[in-house]
């Protein structure tokens, strides 16, 4: 009886998910030497996620998204479009019908679109010399398993380390790194229990 148990309770893992995710993206660039900027701009992100539970609390996630991403200063608003691909620990707290969950891991994206509006700042009017961008992401949320598939909400700080402008010795901008904050809605569902 005790061997039947066990192997009950094995058989729950790996539980395998893929799904898609979307929600909205406050973000700001941190320029060296400072920019005001006064307010985030709210824009867009959405994708399909991938993920693994391998063992009680502990899995990974992998996912591919479009982000915009951009900032607001005094003379008007810079927006940038992303693909991103966050690759994730996810740590899960609480029964598998309702559960707690923490994301941390790095990613890398790449500017597939700029927006650069007529100004004579350097902000706005400075190229992007680094469309590839990497960063470490952060989060936290929950999910509810329903029989129709698992619902996710979470909140995540996109912590960018590669600058957008160049930052030689003759370039203005020491650093300019992309820091976003999202808010997500996720839907699920398992391929695999």
């Known amino acids: 009886m005790h061997c039947a148990f066990c192997q009950k309770l094995n058989a729950q893992y790996p539980e395998y998910a893929v799904g898609i995710r979307g929600g909205t993206t406050w973000?700001?660039?941190?320029?060296?030497?400072?920019?005001?900027?006064?307010s985030l701009p709210l824009?867009?992100?959405?994708?399909?996620?991938?993920?693994?539970?391998?063992e009680k609390f502990?899995?990974?996630?992998?996912?591919?998204?479009?982000a915009q991403r951009g900032f607001n200063d005094k003379d008007g608003h810079r927006q940038f479009d992303y693909i991103e691909l966050p690759f994730m620990s996810h740590i899960t707290f609480g029964q598998k019908l309702f559960?707690?969950?923490i994301d941390l891991g790095p990613g890398v994206s790449y500017l597939i679109k700029d927006y650069p509006i007529t100004s004579n700042s350097l902000q706005h009017s400075s190229t992007i010399k680094n469309k590839f961008d990497y960063g470490l992401v952060g989060?936290?949320?929950?999910?509810?398993?329903?029989?129709?598939?698992?619902?996710?909400?979470?909140?995540?700080y996109n912590f960018g380390l590669n600058n957008i402008?160049?930052?030689?010795?003759?370039?203005?901008?020491?650093?300019?790194?992309n820091q976003n904050i999202t808010l997500s809605l996720a839907y699920l569902f398992p391929i695999r229990k």
């Open 27 to 38: 973000s700001l660039v941190s320029f060296n030497p400072s920019i005001v900027q006064p």
């Open 43 to 54: 824009t867009y992100h959405g994708g399909v996620q991938f993920r693994m539970v391998s």
């Open 139 to 156: 989060g936290l949320g929950f999910e509810f398993n329903t029989k129709y598939g698992i619902y996710t909400v979470d909140a995540r």
């Open 99 to 101: 559960r707690f969950f």
């Open 165 to 177: 402008f160049g930052n030689s010795a003759t370039e203005y901008f020491k650093s300019s790194t």
């Open 58 to 66: 502990f899995g990974i996630k992998l996912e591919l998204n479009y």
